[in-house]
């Protein structure tokens, strides 16, 4: 079945500390893959998307992904996390053009 | 540009009852999709309609479970004899154009079945 897999459930980092969230994904063929961040009470917001061509894509906030084939993976980073960064992710694939398939999320906790 | 808004925002109703939910897209967007969203996942997709035509309903939770797009701007989601388990996140996103485009959502409308 087409999945998205976050296995992390809860990731904790300092402030200042680099990130990395996790995602895995299985399609048939590679799919299209989005990372969006979730705060309380606000909406899904997309950081970047994955559609074809330079794996390494940059994303608002000074986040970039990097889409690894041979993996089935496309993780998140961020060399410097803030405070604010503190949220939601999820991460979602797609081949149909229009159904995402999101990933259960990974609740960021950012300490200082 | 004012982004995806829904109303209302929290609906709490008894089980049984009929909700209705809407969604206004970003202007000119022409798709708009359906998700819900439960405690603790990723959001699931539901519906999606381009301009007014509902092109995949399929997976819509039951037959309870309605959504139509009469003008092609704003939508409506209909869940009739609501149960406990309808109990989740309700959000709308939209898109422009006819090939895959970013989707943008709204803040969703939380729906609570006693």
């Known amino acids: 079945a087409q999945s998205v897999t976050q296995p992390d459930i809860h990731i904790t980092v300092s402030e200042g500390a680099s990130l990395e969230l996790r995602c895995n994904y299985s399609y048939g063929a590679t799919p299209y893959l989005f990372w969006y961040v979730q705060s309380p009470g606000q909406g899904l917001q997309l950081l970047l998307k994955y559609f074809s061509g330079d794996t390494l894509v940059q994303g608002i906030k000074g986040f970039e992904a990097e889409f690894k084939r041979s993996q089935s993976s496309f993780n998140l980073r961020k060399p410097s996390v803030h405070w604010s960064d503190a949220a939601e992710y999820f991460c979602?694939?797609?081949?149909?053009?229009?159904?995402?398939?999101f990933g259960k999320g990974t609740s960021l906790l950012v300490t200082p | 540009d004012t982004g995806v808004s829904q109303d209302p925002r929290h609906k709490i109703t008894k089980r049984g009852q009929n909700v209705t939910f809407r969604c206004d897209p970003i202007?000119?967007?022409?798709?708009l999709y359906w998700y819900r969203q439960t405690l603790g996942q990723g959001p699931e997709f539901l519906t999606y309609f381009q301009n007014e035509a509902q092109l995949e309903k399929s997976r819509l939770l039951s037959d309870r479970f309605s959504a139509e797009r009469p003008k092609g701007s704003f939508s409506t989601l209909e869940i009739q004899r609501t149960e406990q388990g309808d109990s989740a996140m309700y959000l709308c996103a939209s898109s422009p154009g006819l090939s895959l485009g970013t989707q943008y959502f709204g803040p969703g409308t939380r729906l609570l079945v006693l």
């Open positions: 979602a694939g797609t081949n149909s053009g229009y159904a995402l398939n």
């Open positions: 202007s000119e967007h022409n798709r």
